[in-house]
């Protein structure tokens, strides 16, 4: 076991400043695997110190003297694959299959987006007599979660760093160990001592003293609505930018006329990805009511190949979710559905055969489920798809808009402008039409309680930019 006691502060590791621990469970094993320190506010004021000393000379430098090493960490991030993967496996039960194509590979997609994004930007403009500079917001906290670990710390820091932000960051205590192989990949590849710093810990600990630093200008969270509000409140009292990547109740509708058979597959797997713990998942598959059955069938077909299994497999589609609390949560909300009146047409409450050990559950499918039920308002994050019946198109975007969410959705129509016409009226951050695929250079981000701001890509850049007018 891995026991460590140290937090990247100022270009090296150093022993915490706090004496508790956060054990790092193997979800599919429920083995401790690691320690890490659970820092302390004194932490922080270090970390912050750190970057706040770093931050005038960072926020100086050319495009080319941040494109260097930024370049160096991408080239790691390439190198590290296999390690990243195992990493993200053993901490978060994720197959070793999805966890090289996504949990490994998207990260470095994203990184090397913002290599060629920050070799072409143009940091200034003129406009009238005036030269408008794009200057860095100045020391970021990023606090981020533990379903796409890598990822939500790419996604921040990559575009922070690029934009000449120096950073400390706060990874979920579920999955530090990933956290902490970045900050290696990040201190080998030669930034400046103090412009990223991490400290591990919990949120009402760490998190909440971070989000509240007056040493801190820009609060980056990706987490839970719930979270995101008080960061939001505390970040308001600070009058500190923020951005939130909140949580989602994504609809998939399936339009009449439609290919049923691929909108409700592709919905299969896009719910049962990563045990369902994505907050873009699709959770809420909308058909309409003369196609219901046909679309429960299939949903139950589909559901079945996603049999939970040991995720170091390469034959395993599902592995466990993330924690025991995560399993009892979503074991709850199955539980409820059943209790208001859904029907089982796949999976259950009940632990899958032959995994007595371990946070597994079964990739389940509720039908009948009407769209004011606790299943269908709430996020669930585990593998549940609720399979809703609408009348016709005006109903079908009242349920699809219906709740407090907005972050993704899919429409599939038996043509590009029907399904395109339908997306315009989604309140929702991005929509794929007949099944297009996620682009990582795309803006990301929700409406309504789903967030405020974007990450990746461009957009994701300028979140971590201010503007200078100098008049002539
Ligand atoms: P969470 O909100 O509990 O925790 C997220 C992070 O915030 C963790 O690092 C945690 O330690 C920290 N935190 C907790 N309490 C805090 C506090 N009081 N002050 C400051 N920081 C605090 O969420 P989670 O359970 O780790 O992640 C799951 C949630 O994240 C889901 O709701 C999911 O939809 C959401 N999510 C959103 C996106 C997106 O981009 N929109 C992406 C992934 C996950």
Same mark, same amino acid.
């Given at each position: 076991?891995?026991?460590?006691?140290?937090?990247?502060?100022?270009?090296?590791?150093?022993?915490?400043?706090?004496?508790?621990?956060?054990?790092?469970?193997?979800?599919?094993?429920?083995?401790? =695997?690691?320690?890490?320190?659970?820092?302390?506010?004194?932490?922080?004021?270090?970390?912050?110190?750190?970057?706040?000393?770093?931050?005038?000379?960072?926020?100086?430098?050319?495009?080319?003297?941040?494109?260097?090493?930024?370049?160096?960490?991408?080239?790691?991030?390439? $190198?590290?694959?296999?390690?990243?993967?195992?990493?993200?496996?053993?901490?978060?039960?994720?197959?070793?299959?999805?966890?090289?194509?996504?949990?490994?590979?998207?990260?470095?997609?994203?990184?090397?987006?913002?290599?060629?994004?920050?070799?072409?930007?143009?940091?200034?403009?003129?406009?009238?007599?005036?030269?408008?500079?794009?200057?860095?917001?100045?020391?970021?906290?990023?606090?981020?979660?533990?379903?796409?670990?890598?990822?939500?710390?790419?996604?921040?820091?990559?575009?922070?760093?690029? @934009?000449?932000?120096?950073?400390?960051?706060?990874?979920?205590?579920?999955?530090?160990?990933?956290?902490?192989?970045?900050?290696?990949?990040?201190?080998?590849?030669?930034?400046?001592?103090?412009?990223?710093?991490?400290?591990?810990?919990?949120?009402?600990?760490?998190?909440?003293?971070?989000?509240?630093?007056?040493?801190?200008?820009?609060?980056?969270?990706?987490?839970?609505?719930?979270?995101?509000?008080? =960061?939001?409140?505390?970040?308001?009292?600070?009058?500190?930018?923020?951005?939130?990547?909140?949580?989602?109740?994504?609809?998939?509708?399936?339009?009449?006329? @439609?290919?049923?058979?691929?909108?409700?597959?592709?919905?299969?797997?896009?719910?049962?990805?990563?045990?369902?713990?994505?907050?873009?998942?699709?959770?809420?598959?909308?058909?309409?009511?003369?196609?219901?059955?046909?679309?429960?069938?299939?949903?139950?077909?589909?559901?079945?190949?996603?049999?939970?299994?040991?995720?170091?497999?390469?034959?395993?589609?599902?592995?466990?979710?993330?924690?025991?609390?995560?399993?009892?949560?979503?074991?709850?909300?199955?539980?409820?559905?059943?209790?208001?009146?859904?029907?089982?047409?796949?999976?259950?409450?009940?632990?899958?055969?032959?995994?007595?050990?371990?946070?597994?559950?079964?990739?389940?499918?509720?039908?009948?489920?009407?769209?004011?039920?606790?299943?269908?308002? $709430?996020?669930?994050?585990?593998?549940?798809?609720?399979? =809703?019946?609408?009348?016709?198109?005006?109903?079908?975007?009242?349920?699809?808009?219906?709740? $407090?969410?907005?972050?993704?959705?899919?429409?599939?129509?038996?043509?590009?402008?029907?399904?395109?016409?339908?997306?315009?009226?989604?309140?929702?951050?991005?929509?794929?039409?007949?099944?297009?695929?996620?682009?990582?250079?795309?803006?990301?981000?929700?409406?309504?309680?789903?967030? =405020?701001?974007?990450?990746?890509?461009?957009?994701?850049?300028?979140?971590?930019?201010?503007?200078?007018?100098?008049?002539?």
């Amino acid at each position: 076991m891995q026991q460590h006691a140290d937090q990247y502060i100022g270009g090296a590791w150093r022993p915490t400043l706090g004496g508790g621990v956060l054990e790092v469970r193997n979800p599919a094993t429920e083995a401790v =695997i690691a320690t890490v320190p659970a820092g302390t506010a004194a932490d922080v004021d270090a970390a912050v110190a750190a970057a706040r000393g770093a931050a005038r000379a960072w926020g100086l430098t050319t495009r080319e003297e941040r494109l260097a090493p930024l370049t160096r960490l991408r080239d790691a991030l390439a $190198e590290r694959q296999q390690q990243i993967a195992e990493t993200v496996l053993a901490e978060l039960g994720c197959p070793i299959g999805f966890a090289t194509a996504v949990q490994a590979g998207l990260p470095l997609a994203v990184a090397s987006s913002y290599v060629e994004l920050l070799a072409g930007y143009e940091f200034q403009e003129k406009v009238g007599n005036s030269t408008v500079l794009s200057e860095p917001a100045g020391v970021v906290a990023a606090i981020t979660p533990w379903n796409y670990p890598l990822h939500q710390v790419v996604a921040k820091v990559v575009p922070a760093l690029a @934009a000449g932000c120096t950073v400390v960051l706060k990874p979920a205590e579920d999955t530090p160990l990933v956290a902490r192989l970045f900050a290696e990949l990040v201190d080998a590849a030669g930034f400046p001592a103090g412009v990223f710093n991490l400290v591990t810990g919990t949120g009402v600990e760490v998190g909440a003293a971070l989000a509240g630093h007056p040493g801190v200008d820009l609060v980056s969270f990706t987490g839970s609505t719930a979270v995101g509000r008080l =960061i939001a409140e505390t970040a308001g009292r600070g009058i500190k930018k923020v951005s939130l990547e909140l949580g989602g109740k994504s609809a998939n509708v399936v339009l009449p006329g @439609a290919d049923l058979g691929r909108a409700v597959n592709v919905n299969a797997a896009n719910v049962f990805a990563n045990s369902g713990q994505t907050c873009t998942a699709w959770t809420r598959l909308l058909v309409h009511q003369d196609q219901y059955e046909e679309a429960v069938a299939i949903a139950a077909k589909a559901a079945a190949k996603y049999a939970p299994g040991d995720p170091a497999s390469p034959e395993t589609r599902m592995g466990p979710v993330v924690s025991a609390k995560q399993r009892d949560r979503v074991l709850g909300y199955i539980r409820s559905g059943i209790e208001q009146g859904a029907r089982v047409a796949a999976g259950g409450p009940e632990t899958p055969e032959g995994l007595p050990t371990g946070y597994f559950v079964r990739p389940t499918v509720l039908a009948d489920v009407t769209p004011e039920m606790t299943v269908a308002q $709430e996020e669930i994050f585990g593998p549940v798809l609720s399979v =809703i019946a609408y009348r016709d198109e005006e109903h079908a975007l009242e349920i699809a808009n219906g709740t $407090e969410y907005g972050l993704a959705g899919g429409v599939w129509a038996a043509d590009e402008e029907t399904a395109v016409a339908f997306a315009r009226r989604m309140d929702s951050g991005q929509v794929h039409v007949n099944g297009g695929q996620f682009n990582p250079q795309a803006p990301f981000g929700g409406y309504k309680s789903s967030g =405020i701001g974007r990450e990746l890509g461009r957009h994701g850049l300028e979140e971590f930019l201010q503007t200078k007018s100098l008049q002539f």
